[in-house]
């Protein structure tokens, strides 16, 4: 293992980083339901009123019990209790990246989650796939009641993990996620979805992406 890098800090988004399948896993949802197979990403990212509760989930503005019975009709689902517990029911954890991160910790690196979120009751997908053990600090916007690309989370996350902007690597599935971390002096890897990506943050980090510590 090298870890001569001047990383001390490795800076990690949720949905796209440390999950797997989260599309796929609601194109066939939507399809068990009878929904066009992009109901659910057309109804929060197009449908200005999916959007704007959506929002206001993401800075507790709202519960996600609340966004349940509220998109439930924009989808066009007669039931919303849990939906977005049973929308998200089949996705799974990013395998490697979670190696990744354990191996960062072991190593010494401060792990942190910086997530937009979607609400933690009634389903709490950061327990479910077991990241709250995986982290030593853990920002989510529900609670913090800022998201990204806001620069104040960015700006609280350092804060909270102690380090210096040039000390971490932050790894993000949203290009513009990316900017307001780079301005604070933050190294960014886009996790784009071409299968590198464990690789080069591991490369940054100075660690091998399967290495178990």
């Not at 019990?65 to 509220?70: D, H």
Request: net charge negative; charged share 20%; glycine share 8%.
């Amino acid at each position: 293992m090298d870890r001569s890098t001047p990383y001390r800090g490795l800076i990690l988004d949720f949905a796209g980083v440390l999950t797997v399948g989260v599309l796929e896993t609601h194109r066939i949802w939507c399809r068990e339901q009878g929904l066009d197979p992009e109901a659910w990403r057309s109804t929060l990212n197009d449908n200005p009123e999916g959007r704007a509760l959506y929002a206001a989930l993401e800075i507790g503005q709202i519960s996600q019990a609340e966004w349940n019975m509220r998109t439930a009709p924009l989808l066009g689902v007669s039931d919303g209790e849990n939906l977005m517990g049973r929308a998200w029911a089949g996705v799974q954890p990013a395998a490697d990246m979670i190696e990744l991160a354990r191996a960062a910790r072991s190593a010494g690196l401060t792990v942190a989650l910086l997530s937009n979120s979607f609400g933690l009751q009634p389903y709490d997908p950061y327990a479910t796939l077991g990241v709250w053990d995986l982290v030593d600090v853990a920002l989510v916007s529900e609670r913090e009641q800022v998201a990204k690309p806001d620069p104040e989370i960015y700006r609280r996350c350092l804060e909270r993990i102690g380090l210096p902007g040039e000390a971490c690597v932050f790894v993000d599935d949203h290009p513009a996620n990316l900017p307001p971390a780079e301005a604070l002096g933050i190294t960014t890897v886009h996790a784009d979805g071409q299968g590198d990506t464990v690789a080069r943050v591991a490369a940054l980090l100075g660690l091998r992406p399967t290495e178990r510590i």
